[in-house]
């Protein structure tokens, strides 16, 4: 299992120079990767883009960019400039957002999102790769070649449900999951997503996990903090749904919390149940738990 860094928001006054540390500091510390969540900060393919141009030779990756405020072919444009950018070291991970954010803060329709995330990726990743694209879904229509830098680029789907999860490992290069635990991990994510990518003969998918972490002597008091930080999480339905499968009555139960012996023990119970890169949130006793997962990223 490979170790991913997850950068956290800058809030000064320099936001890139402030990723550009992160990033650099996750590759000295030995991480494979550095994920940057796109919400209402920074566009984090962007980001990215600047702030990983001419640095450390680690892969840089969006958890996630939603999909319906673009246009598969205008992601496919912005992602291959940030490749190109990034000299091929981009991961595009895509998700559907959520109906609250889709419909009620932007104002677009959000019917039919298996379909939707169907076409569009029948749209984006040969777009990606430089092809023509003659495209007439019902959601999503197309009629062009981009002519910037092609040859593609991973693309990972925020994917939770079944059949998005058989999409996923079907059409796209694996999924990168959050607020998803080892016991539905191991036997909802793994099978569903691997059983997909088998049958369309393509090679076993990347299943990315992002969870809460915090080492502490005080784990009910973590729990409680991440139950206040992550409140939204148990809220909205499809991450709702994740927790219902792990028996989890609230996002903290998720959280990967404990001693350094608990915390590993809790990480490693992720790669049995088949993750391939995991990515900690760093949400409290940042220095101790920082120490662990540079441990881990160093081997």
């Not at 059949?163 to 290069?173: I, P, S, T, Y």
């Not at 993750?275 to 920082?290: A, H, K, L, Y």
Request: proline content about 6%; some cysteine; aromatic content about 6%.
């Amino acid at each position: 299992m490979r170790y991913g860094y997850f950068l956290t928001e800058p809030r000064g006054s320099d936001p890139i120079g402030e990723l550009r540390d992160q990033i650099t500091q996750a590759a000295e510390s030995g991480f494979t990767s550095a994920w940057l969540s796109h919400i209402f900060g920074l566009d984090a393919l962007t980001a990215l883009a600047a702030a990983g141009a001419g640095g450390p030779a680690i892969e840089l990756g969006t958890a996630v960019v939603a999909t319906y405020p673009r246009h598969p072919a205008a992601l496919a444009q912005q992602a291959m400039t940030a490749n190109a950018a990034l000299g091929g070291r981009l991961t595009l991970g895509i998700g559907l957002s959520h109906r609250i954010v889709i419909e009620n803060m932007y104002g677009y329709g959000f019917d039919r999102p298996l379909r939707h995330m169907r076409e569009y990726l029948d749209v984006l990743i040969p777009a990606g790769r430089g092809e023509q694209v003659k495209y007439a879904g019902e959601t999503v229509k197309a009629d062009l070649r981009l002519t910037g830098p092609g040859g593609g680029f991973p693309v990972l789907v925020a994917a939770l449900g079944p059949r998005m999860l058989g999409l996923a490992g079907a059409v796209a290069d694996g999924t990168v999951l959050w607020m998803t635990g080892p016991k539905t991990v191991a036997e909802h994510v793994v099978p569903t997503i691997r059983a997909a990518a088998a049958e369309a003969g393509r090679e076993p998918p990347r299943v990315v996990c992002a969870l809460p972490v915090c080492v502490t002597d005080d784990p009910a008091a973590a729990v409680a903090r991440a139950n206040e930080v992550f409140s939204v999480y148990g809220q909205l339905p499809s991450y709702r749904a994740m927790l219902d499968r792990e028996g989890a009555a609230n996002p903290g139960d998720v959280a990967i919390v404990g001693d350094e012996e608990t915390v590993l023990a809790r990480i490693a119970e992720l790669e049995q149940a088949g993750v391939t890169d995991f990515v900690g949130s760093v949400f409290s006793g940042r220095e101790r738990t920082q120490a662990l997962l540079n441990g881990l990223a160093k081997g």
